[in-house]
């Protein structure tokens, strides 16, 4: 199967002709990690998604591939020793998308953390999640703690603890999950919405499938199938024929993040501070020309599709870093880009979102539709092995033999090196061999695109009527329509690349030639390219 936008009708063909084994109904991480499994143990599978590929919580996240340190204070011991595990896979198979990241812990007089449980936390944090002894966390003087980050409010300041993370790139780590999936011969289409259920025997054999760009309904058939909406799942279970009483129940809980030029807050490095208003704890972390901090936790129950950042929960943000930096006071009007996502809690009686497990759940619905909520972006691939674990074990749900899970050492597309050497050496070569494009840019697809960068430049030197810069996003906008199924200005602008968030100059000066590529390459009209544009605006503007 092809991953091209360019190939959408065919796709379609295929996937309402099929007797699918298995079709999995959201593209986030958690249906793209089920997606893989699956496919790599060799289940004929179909994936379809009702907006972009990760454009639900999975694009929305703190970024980070991590243990959840703060889960350690409501002693979610097994979750903490799982994802902190699951770390280092995920480095391994894709390491240019997912990057160690050391992070700060400043400990003050009036914080929530002092020395000495800093100290203990950090070490049973590294125990657990089997952390090398290289890069295990080191506890550092107040000289020091300030070295690493002169930005550091000096009142009160005790020292730090520095100790390991891993940042990503939420959406493009999904996609590139699909991608890998799709190249083993899975088939994966975005703006398709599952709208109902079919049953054969009284059981689900399958769903109503809505194409939203065509604007038509049709059936896909499955053996099984499997809920992954993440926040929308109690959404897709009402669509059942059958009560849903008796079935588990989400508690949404809201996050929001906030992004700072860096000449505004030009920060060292990544670090985790209390945030004074209730002493949660708040991530602040640079990436390209920006800095991104979160993230809040509130409990959320107006509609999923209408998900929009307020005043109070900047001011939140602004508060607890203004608080911890100093020198630096940033404002409201400093904000120049924000982004809010849903956590899936599984709801539990009397419970407030931030004492609720992210542990993950799955269930069987009577008539035998899969669900599985909760969970981390970091254990995306454990949850993903118990999924295919359960259905490959229950029959008569599927009679493909039990083959056991592939998932571990399976690189993901473009991750092709076999360690960070050789990973630094390949991006090296390309600046050799593309001296026509500057470093930065260069380093910048590579961190998208690994061991397929190569691809994009070379096909970038070709334009040569074009500036270096707009050949580059020409490229990368072909590369990115015909090898992970962009369709809209706004796939490319938030997910593929999240150059709305980090880099928005870049995105300025290359616009025009950003959407000459589009309307080459899906054969937009004036109608067309001036809807996009404002759909973009509306974006912008939010
Ligand atoms: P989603 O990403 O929401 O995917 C569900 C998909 O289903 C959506 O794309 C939706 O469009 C689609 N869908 C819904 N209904 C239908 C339908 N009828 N038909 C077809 N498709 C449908 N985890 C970490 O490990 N590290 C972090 O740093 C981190 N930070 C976080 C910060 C915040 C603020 C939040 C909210 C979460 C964070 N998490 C983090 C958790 C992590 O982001 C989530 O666990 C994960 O993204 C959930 O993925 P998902 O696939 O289950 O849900």
């Known amino acids: 199967m092809s991953f091209s936008a ?27 990690g089920i997606f893989l499994d699956a496919v790599s143990r060799g289940l004929k599978t179909a994936l379809i998604e009702k907006g972009d590929f990760a454009s639900g919580t999975s694009s929305k996240s703190t970024k980070l591939i991590h243990g959840g340190l703060r889960y350690l204070k409501n002693f979610e011991i097994g979750l903490v020793r799982e994802v902190g595990r699951e770390r280092a896979i995920v480095h391994t198979n894709a390491r240019h998308l997912v990057r160690p990241e050391p992070m700060l812990l400043p400990i003050y007089h009036d914080g929530s953390i002092g020395r000495i449980t800093g100290s203990i936390g950090l070490w049973f944090y590294d125990l657990l999640a089997d952390v090398e ?23 009160g300041l005790l020292g730090a603890g520095l100790y390991s993370e891993y940042r990503t790139d939420d959406a493009r780590l999904t996609l590139s999950i699909i991608r890998t999936a799709v190249d083993l011969g899975g088939l994966a289409l975005n703006y398709c919405e599952a709208t109902g259920f079919i049953y054969g025997d009284d059981m689900v054999s399958g769903v109503r499938c809505h194409d939203i760009l065509a604007g038509n309904e049709r059936y896909i058939t499955a053996n099984a199938v499997v809920n992954a909406t993440g926040p929308w799942m109690d959404a897709v279970l009402g669509m059942q024929n059958h009560a849903t009483s008796g079935e588990k129940k989400l508690l949404l809980s809201k996050g929001i993040h906030i992004v700072i030029p860096r000449s505004k807050l030009p920060v060292n490095q990544s670090m985790y501070f209390d945030a004074p208003a209730d002493g949660r704890m708040i991530f602040c972390i640079p990436r390209d020309q920006a800095v991104y901090i979160g993230t809040t ?7 999923l599709d209408a998900l929009e950042v307020q005043d109070v929960e900047i001011e939140y943000l602004i508060q607890a870093t203004n608080h911890v930096l100093e020198d630096t006071t940033i404002h409201k009007n400093d904000v120049t880009g924000s982004w809010a996502g849903l956590r899936a809690l599984i709801y539990e009686e009397g419970k407030a979102p931030a004492e609720l497990s992210r542990k993950d759940e799955i269930f069987i619905s009577p008539k035998g539709l899969i669900s599985i909520a909760g969970g981390k972006l970091t254990g995306y691939r454990k949850m993903a092995e118990r999924v295919i674990d359960l259905i490959l074990k229950s029959q008569p749900l599927t009679d493909v033999p039990y083959v056991e899970c592939r998932t571990q050492n399976l690189r993901l597309a473009g991750a092709d090196f076999d360690s960070d050497l050789d990973m630094q050496v390949m991006s090296e070569q390309l600046v050799t061999e593309f001296i026509m494009f500057s470093q930065e840019n260069i380093a910048k697809l590579f961190n998208r695109y690994g061991s397929e960068t190569r691809q ?10 074009q500036s270096p810069g707009d050949a580059l996003i020409t490229s990368e906008v072909t590369f990115s329509i015909r090898n992970e199924m962009t369709h809209h200005l706004a796939d490319f602008m938030l997910r593929r690349t999240a150059d709305v968030f980090f880099d928005q100059q870049h995105l300025q000066r290359h616009f025009d030639a950003m959407t000459a590529a589009f309307t080459q390459q899906l054969r937009w009209d004036d109608a067309r390219l001036t809807a996009e544009t404002e759909s973009i605006r509306q974006v912008l503007g939010r």
């Open 133 to 155: 002894r290289t890069e295990r966390r080191k506890m550092l003087s107040r000289e020091e703690a300030l070295a690493q980050e002169p930005l550091l409010r000096q009142e």
């Open 456 to 465: 994009i430049l070379f096909q970038a030197q070709s334009e040569i009527s």
């Open 6 to 32: 360019l190939d959408r009708a065919q796709h379609l063909d295929t996937l309402f002709r099929e007797k699918w084994d298995l079709l999995i109904i959201g593209g986030g991480i958690t249906g793209a």
């Open 297 to 303: 936790d509130t409990e959320y129950q107006s509609h």
